[in-house]
């Protein structure tokens, strides 16, 4: 979302029209959506992305109008009170506070959008003074998704992916594929394709699509020796203990072995191509933020406790 935001205030701001950014800085209990999440709302109201479900966005509209307008930055408080009839609680009974501050041609935030839209690590130092102390706007690049083998599971994946935030890339050397996803597929092997990439990090991950041994396998080798912190394969179980076999005669340490996950993917029961690349996304969610991936019915404590990964556009608040 922060990429989608900043597109529209940087296209608000070439064009000279006055604008606000709203970010969610702190959370109480339950909120629909993280600390880090942004909306950009321009002097006439019009506006990109959201602060929550849709509760109170309208009066953080209001606010951001006149901030935009040349009124003073603000911090809103949207949490319960003693009195429901004044409360300004969010239905899912928690708080949050949001901070409104003017965008505009500052060098510093025009610099920090290109930063971000390029795909770079980025930090702003907010100059709004609300009581908040140090506030830093904070943006990490996309996680990396490379799926070896393209096809109709390549294909309904990358662009469910994509939608995600991943950064996807499809690898396949066989040419009759080379036009058979939406994304663009780099004709190479695995190893040297990989090789010729920037390493592969904590955040970003590797599955194997193409039920071939060769591909898979050298992908799957290589992947389990990067920095990748998700590495995964499809297939059954019976044709995985036979992956393995061949990977031990590769010489991939059982140690490496056991991080990689097969058969890729949560337990939906589906069996379209569309199902199966949901199956797959939904487990790389449910990794990403440090959960199982039950159901949600079945599960005890609070809907969002326990994230593993803070949000690219996070903000950190110290004070």
């Known amino acids: 979302m922060l990429a989608d935001v900043l597109t529209t205030l940087s ?3 070439a064009a000279g029209e006055p604008a606000a950014i709203a970010t969610v800085v702190q959370v109480h209990g339950s909120a629909p959506l993280p600390t880090g999440t942004v909306m950009a709302v321009r002097a ?6 959201g602060v929550s479900g849709g509760c109170v966005e309208q ?4 606010a951001a109008r006149d901030v935009a307008g040349g009124g003073a930055a603000r911090r809103l408080r949207f949490a319960p009170t003693d009195d429901p ?3 300004t609680a969010l239905p899912c009974g928690g708080g949050i506070d949001v901070l409104v501050e003017a965008w505009g041609p500052s060098a510093a935030q025009q610099a920090f959008a290109a930063a971000v839209l390029a795909g770079s690590s980025a930090v702003l130092r907010s100059e709004a003074a609300c009581d908040l102390g140090l506030v830093l706007h904070v943006a990490a690049p996309k996680p990396r998704l490379v799926l070896v083998g393209a096809g109709l ?3 309904a994946l990358a662009g469910l992916s994509t939608g995600l935030g991943w950064d996807v890339s499809v690898i396949d050397p066989r040419s009759v594929f080379a036009d058979r996803t939406t994304e663009q597929v780099l004709a190479r092997w695995p190893a040297e394709a990989l090789a010729a990439a920037p390493p592969l990090g904590p955040d970003d991950a590797l599955i194997a699509l193409s039920h071939h041994p060769a591909l898979d396998d050298e992908a799957l080798a290589a992947g389990l020796a990067s920095g990748a912190g998700f590495v995964g394969a499809l297939g059954s179980r019976r044709s995985h203990a036979e992956r393995l076999e061949r990977l031990r005669e590769r010489g991939v340490p059982n140690a490496d072995l056991q991080r990689l996950v ?4 949560l337990d939906l029961g589906g069996w379209s191509p569309r199902e199966v690349a949901l199956s797959i996304a939904s487990e790389l969610i449910a990794v990403r933020h440090g959960r199982g991936g039950g159901r949600l ?6 809907i969002h406790a326990g994230s593993g990964r803070v949000p690219a556009a996070a903000r950190e608040v110290d004070g």
Request: aromatic share 4%; net charge negative; charged share 15%.
């Open 11 to 13: 296209a608000w701001s």
């Open 44 to 49: 006439d109201g019009a506006c990109m992305g």
């Open 59 to 62: 009066q953080v509209i209001e």
């Open 85 to 87: 009839l004044t409360s």
């Open 153 to 155: 599971v390549a294909d």
């Open 262 to 265: 097969a058969p890729v993917g």
């Open 297 to 302: 019915v079945d599960a005890t404590g609070a």
